[in-house]
């Protein structure tokens, strides 16, 4: 069945995303947006836009029967619930299957099988795919936790039973500091998940995080994309991704892609999915958990592979057959992808909401910007920080590498504080360019990455007492622009110049 | 105008002098020729010997966030008054001069010790209104106030010692 109309359940930059797919495809589009996203990009670029609430997610972009009167008000037949929000979550997909609307994603029942943790380890232990050991349950008590985590062996990993992006996660290296560690982990998956069931794992000591990207028709047709390396990450949440690994080999990538597909196909999965695995030094991999959505670094595969992935997601749910086979399947040189987050990465990454005042992308030979942010544009500070997701290719890492810096030298983001002096003095680390990574390198170099090394100081200061001149010397001036009406200068570019 | 800038706690006197779009600006010891424009808001092409740079300048709760090179700065402006009345808060201190002094024009708004006391490095010894700021001055060594020259509400100039110490 063609989808002609298509409901995107999400904002920021991967609702624009998916809404660029949709029109490639001819396929109509319809933005839903709280109270704080009125003047956000991806209700500028649909076609049309409703409505569904306060700012606070919980009452707007998590409620399922408004989302499914919006789309069905709308003419939608379809539905892309986008990633993170209610995109992992099977009483959404059931609520769209049962009002008649195509879910872009994997049927219910496998996103239980796969989204709930602990039923995808049980999963994975039946199909013999390596684990790290930990509980197959969540922990129902403080003291069965105690247990099995002596039985594991510390240090150890709490994890939530419903979680990802890091959201309840804890790593445990003493008995001693197991209850707080629970506590806080429940809580934070409570509030992240409406579930606090947390289980634990053994913590593999500097490991590396690679997945497998998946895609599945509901033919029965499942192939890999190969893999991505996600190892740069602070607080379990990833910074920056590439793809290929610098770690792996044809062989190991085929293994790694045969246990994903192995996977995938027990459980009955359908569409795009990542199935994430921990590698240790010794190239050991262990199963993780299934993501049954698109990730946010999916571009680094497409680069890669040349596969349009929403454009997948699409023809799959519209009932196509994959147009590809495993053998069709070609790794072309390498991409990185660099998360452009509102945070201050020398202040323990706090959030930095505000409006910026001044914008410039980046752009040239193989540079890719999926933003979600524009000159004028308030960041909210009621969801996540991600504004932009930098993707670069070359054709190979060094190259990539050389790439990146450029394009992150390019990006001036004024307003807000960024990862991006962070994300480049990462890609320029000794170790990262030799590909010495593990989930542990950021807070390793954490503490040397400096914000500068004095190089600029001079510019810096003739910079700064020009702005405080000009400052000093335009606040007469301000008058003229304030007269403009509010509706006028939010988010049109260019009209707040002076 | 003169001004000083407080970077990675190196702080510099900064004098600027402007001619249409070109600017003289000294940092410490060193003169820069700077032609310099606001190709956005908060974005400044400076063109220094032929030399290009761009920086991004946020203000942000009086420290100005500079990003420049790919590295990022801190800088705390004070016009150079202001940066005098809070770094010369200690005048007391040192065996040069065991007076207090105002280094600039402005109104006594308190009078924290009276002679005779006994104070603290640390202690409040006045507050001077100036350039509608509330400027505290402290003692920078223990002593004795030998002297206090002036009363809260007292209008004074810059120069007038204020207080003595024994």
New interface residues.
């Given amino acids: 069945m063609k989808i002609k109309k298509l409901l995107v359940a999400n904002r920021g930059e991967i609702a624009v995303r998916v809404v660029r797919a949709c029109r490639e495809l001819g396929i109509a589009t319809v933005a839903v947006y709280s109270e704080a996203d009125r003047e956000a990009p991806h209700v500028q670029v649909a076609d049309e836009a409703y409505a569904i609430g306060a700012a606070p997610a919980s009452e707007s972009y998590l409620v399922i029967d408004r989302l499914v009167q919006t789309a069905r008000r709308a003419g939608a037949d379809a539905v892309h619930p986008g990633y993170g929000f209610l995109s992992e979550n099977a009483l959404f997909a059931e609520a769209c299957a049962q009002a008649g609307l195509t879910f872009v994603g994997p049927p219910a029942t496998a996103m239980r099988r796969m989204g709930s943790k602990t039923a995808a380890r049980t999963l994975a232990r039946e199909l013999g795919v390596p684990m790290v050991p930990g509980t197959l349950d969540a922990v129902a008590t403080d003291a069965d936790a105690a247990l099995a985590a002596r039985e594991i062996g510390y240090p150890v990993m709490l994890k939530a039973a419903m979680g990802g992006g890091g959201k309840g996660m804890r790593l445990v290296r003493r008995a001693e500091d197991l209850p707080e560690a629970l506590r806080a982990a429940r809580a934070e998956a409570g509030a992240a998940f409406g579930d606090s069931a947390v289980y634990l794992e053994r913590a593999v000591v500097e490991p590396r995080h690679i997945e497998i990207q998946i895609v599945a028709d509901t033919h029965g047709n499942v192939i890999h994309l190969g893999e991505r390396e996600c190892s740069i990450q602070r607080r379990h949440q990833k910074l920056i991704e590439e793809c290929p690994s610098s770690f792996l080999d044809a062989a190991l990538r085929a293994r790694m892609g045969e246990a994903a597909c192995r996977l995938a196909r027990a459980a009955g999965y359908v569409n795009a999915g990542t199935v994430e695995f921990l590698v240790d030094a010794d190239r050991n991999f262990y199963f993780l958990e299934m993501n049954t959505r698109l990730q946010v670094e999916h571009p680094v595969t497409e680069m890669v592979t040349g596969i349009d992935l929403v454009h997948e997601q699409l023809r799959i749910a519209a009932g196509e057959k994959l147009t590809l086979g495993q053998a069709d399947v070609a790794w072309r040189g390498w991409a990185i992808e660099c998360r452009v987050n509102a945070e201050d990465p020398?202040a323990g990454w706090l959030p930095s909401p505000g409006t910026i005042?001044?914008l410039?992308a980046p752009a040239g030979p193989w540079v890719r910007d999926d933003s979600g942010i524009y000159?004028g544009y308030t960041v909210p500070r009621f969801y996540d920080t991600l504004m932009s997701k930098l993707i670069v290719w070359g054709a190979d890492r060094d190259v990539a590498c050389e790439r990146m810096?450029r394009a992150?030298?390019e990006y001036?983001?004024?307003?807000?504080?960024t990862t991006?002096?962070a994300l480049?003095?990462i890609i320029a680390h000794p170790d990262f360019r030799a590909g010495r990574l593990s989930t542990a390198f950021l807070e390793r170099v954490l503490p040397d990455l400096r914000?500068?090394?004095?190089?600029?100081?001079?510019?810096?200061?003739?910079?700064?007492?020009?702005?405080?001149?000009?400052?000093a010397r335009d606040i007469p001036t301000a008058p003229e622009s304030a007269a403009l009406p509010a509706w006028r200068v939010a988010g049109i570019r260019g009209w707040?110049?002076? | 105008?003169k001004?000083v800038?407080t970077?990675?706690d190196d702080a510099?006197v900064?004098e600027?002098q402007?001619d249409g779009d070109r600017?003289r600006?000294r940092?410490g010891d060193?003169v820069?020729d700077?032609d310099?424009r606001?190709t956005?808001?908060?974005?400044?092409s400076?063109l220094?010997d032929g030399v290009s740079?761009?920086?991004?300048?946020?203000?942000?709760d009086g420290v100005?966030?500079?990003?420049?090179?790919?590295?990022?700065?801190?800088?705390v402006?004070e016009e150079q008054t202001r940066h005098t009345i809070r770094t010369l808060g200690g005048a007391t201190g040192g065996t040069r001069s065991r007076t207090l002094t105002a280094p600039l024009p402005g109104k006594i708004s308190r009078v924290a010790v009276r002679r005779g006391d006994t104070v603290q490095a640390g202690d409040t010894l006045l507050v001077i209104e100036a350039m509608k700021m509330e400027n505290e001055f402290k003692a920078s060594g223990a002593g004795t106030v030998a002297e206090v020259r002036v009363t809260a509400g007292q209008a004074v100039n810059a120069g007038d010692v204020l207080i003595v110490m024994g």
């Fill in positions: 020398f005042t001044s410039h000159e810096l992150l030298g001036r983001v004024v307003g807000v504080r991006i002096p480049t003095r914000p500068n090394d004095g190089r600029f100081a001079p510019i810096a200061v003739i910079a700064a007492v020009l702005a405080e001149h000009e400052r707040t110049r002076p | 105008m001004y800038a970077i990675n510099r900064v600027i402007n600017w600006v940092v060193e820069w700077v310099a606001i956005a808001p908060g974005v400044y400076l220094i740079y761009t920086a991004g300048v946020l203000d942000r100005c966030v500079v990003d420049v090179g790919g590295e990022s700065y801190e800088i402006l």
